[in-house]
Nanobody, 119 residues
Framework: QVQLVESGGGLVQPGGSLRLSCAAS????????MAWSRQAPGKARELVAS???????NYLESVKGRFIISRDNARNTLYLQMNSLKPEDTGVYYC?????????????WGQGTQVTVSS
């Protein structure tokens, strides 16, 4: 059973930066797509950024130009570089990996890491 473990969250002031990491127990090179989502208190989970096997990326409109999703297949790690953070970026951030062949047969989620943007 593959697992995902996020890290890198914390408390940061508006305008600051954080880099989230998602360590995978399986080879990311075998996945079809990877993504970061977030959930703020009282709100639905929303997709923040995604990257597919070809390397193409997509971003939530409100984070374009501020966030960068990337992956390191050698380290089996997914990243989310977050710059110019705003209070509305606060939430629990989850990584997600989807695949159709081993070891990723379906959609997998990490446990989440809290990001709080506040002065």
């Amino acid at each position: 059973q593959v697992q995902l473990v996020e890290s890198g969250g914390g408390l940061v002031q508006p305008g600051g930066s954080l880099r989230l990491s998602c360590a995978a127990s399986g080879r990311l090179s075998e996945a079809n797509a990877m993504a970061w989502s977030r959930q703020a208190p009282g709100k639905a989970r929303e997709l923040v950024a995604s990257i597919i096997s070809s390397g193409n990326t997509n971003y939530l409109e409100s984070v374009k130009g501020r966030f960068i999703i990337s992956r390191d297949n050698a380290r089996n790690t997914l990243y989310l570089q977050m710059n110019s953070l705003k209070p509305e970026d606060t939430g629990v951030y989850y990584c997600n990996v989807h695949g159709t062949s081993r070891p990723w047969q379906g959609s997998y989620w990490g446990q989440g890491t809290q990001v709080t943007v506040s002065s």
